[in-house]
């Protein structure tokens, strides 16, 4: 099959054993490679789980469809949150995404070494609290590495946009300033591009006590240049009204090395920090995604034994079979399957017959074949 026809999409089925298990596998076969390999098929080989009532089968399956759905749902959260970790380079998500170091479709048609013979309640909680702690750990683990993540943001974003907001400690030397004088203080002033002649003009005579010729401009970026200029302290308020009618923007800064040194070192910590996480972050998600994605195939893979068990009846005796659906020929597999298995289920087939719009037949939004069915969805990621 060409890349661009292969699904990420598997489809689970399972069918009564005709003579043997094998002549059922054979059959579903030959009948979709046929019609020009309507699908790539293996068998989903389960093993003989022992089994107590019908009635318990039946709790067990309600139980089954939410063990499902949870565990589903943190495999797909670990692989979203190693996605946003690896900042989306689609690449690199997809090779770290293995489950027991292989690709994920292969994991469906390897042999699984299960955790359990005995399908009873305790292998359910097994399960659960195995994925749970995974769940919980996940959201300890992102917290502390989003906190450090955000705190970092807001620092660089404080180094970063126009001058009217950004930090200007990363930019000003001490030697820009008059310090530690009685009398004197060095302001730092926005002045717009378009309106620097009028600075040069100006500034000198914006308030009294402005010293002469004490202007540079230390930094510019799109629209501003950033000026000092040293004046008497007690003409501040003055020059600060005054510079606002031309637009010169004064911002309140203070020159303080030792502030200026915590901000620098802070960003450093918060940095190395990041770095240092990291690494067993990614570890950490890698490892975790395979248990969570191998305990998801054993929850449907308990599915499929439990509905074949209640719909096929006593003793077991069916084979499950794993479809990877070629895309642009579903409708007709799905045409293919049903010829194959409408004699399963004569309501079914009344059902299938006609208009697929009876209101409530929408089965709990579960869509209903004749045979046991459960799509699984091995696209983990919603690209943003």
């Known amino acids: 099959q060409d890349k661009g026809t292969k699904m990420t999409e598997f489809w689970l089925i399972s069918a009564p054993g005709e ?15 046929k019609h020009n390999n309507l699908s790539v098929n293996s068998k989903f080989n389960i093993p003989d789980l022992k089994v107590g009532t019908l009635d318990v089968l039946v709790g067990l399956s309600d139980e089954l469809a939410k063990l499902d759905a949870f565990v589903e749902s943190v495999v797909k959260k670990v692989a979203q949150y190693m996605a946003d970790v690896l900042e989306d380079s689609k690449d690199k998500v997809q090779e770290n995404l293995l489950a027991n170091g292989g690709l994920l479709e292969q994991q469906w048609q390897d042999e699984h070494k299960f955790y359990f013979s005995y399908l009873d309640i305790v292998s359910f909680i097994f399960i659960f609290q195995g994925v749970n702690q ?18 970092l943001q807001n620092l660089e974003r404080k180094n970063a946009g126009s ?6 400690a990363d930019i000003v030397k001490k030697e820009d300033f008059v310090l530690d ?6 302001l730092l002033v926005i002045v717009p591009k378009l ?17 002469p010729r004490s202007s540079n401009v230390l930094f510019e970026d799109q629209d501003s240049y950033l000026c000092n200029v040293t004046l008497f ?4 308020d003055d020059f600060k009204h005054k510079a606002r009618e031309y637009k010169f923007m004064v911002r309140d800064f203070q020159y303080n090395e030792e502030e200026m040194k915590a901000d620098k070192e802070e960003m450093n910590r918060l940095s190395t920090d990041k770095k240092k996480q ?3 972050l990614v570890r950490w998600l890698k490892v975790n995604f395979s248990e969570a994605f191998i305990a998801w195939i054993h929850v449907k893979a308990l599915r499929v034994f439990v509905e074949s068990v209640l719909r096929y009846g006593l003793p077991v005796n069916f084979q499950a079979m794993l479809l990877q659906p070629n895309k642009k020929t579903m409708k007709k597999l799905r045409e293919v399957l049903y010829d194959l298995y409408k004699h399963l289920d004569s309501s079914a087939a009344a059902i299938i017959d006609a208009t697929m719009d ?13 045979y046991v069915y459960y799509k699984i969805d091995c696209n983990l990621l919603e690209f943003k």
């Open 233 to 236: 302290r007690k003409a501040v």
């Open 19 to 33: 003579k043997t298990c094998q002549q059922t596998w054979e059959k579903l076969h030959a009948a979709t490679t």
């Open 163 to 168: 001058l009217l907001t950004r930090s200007l």
């Open 181 to 186: 004088s009685e009398y004197l203080v060095t």
């Open 278 to 280: 990291f690494g067993p």
């Open 134 to 151: 995974i769940d919980n750990d996940l959201k300890a683990r992102a917290s502390a590495y989003n906190n450090l993540k955000g705190n």
């Open 195 to 211: 309106n620097y002649n009028d600075w040069v003009k100006q500034y000198e005579t914006l308030a009294e006590m402005v010293v």
């Open 358 to 370: 009876i209101p409530g037949l929408n089965l709990s939004q579960q869509e209903y074949y004749p």
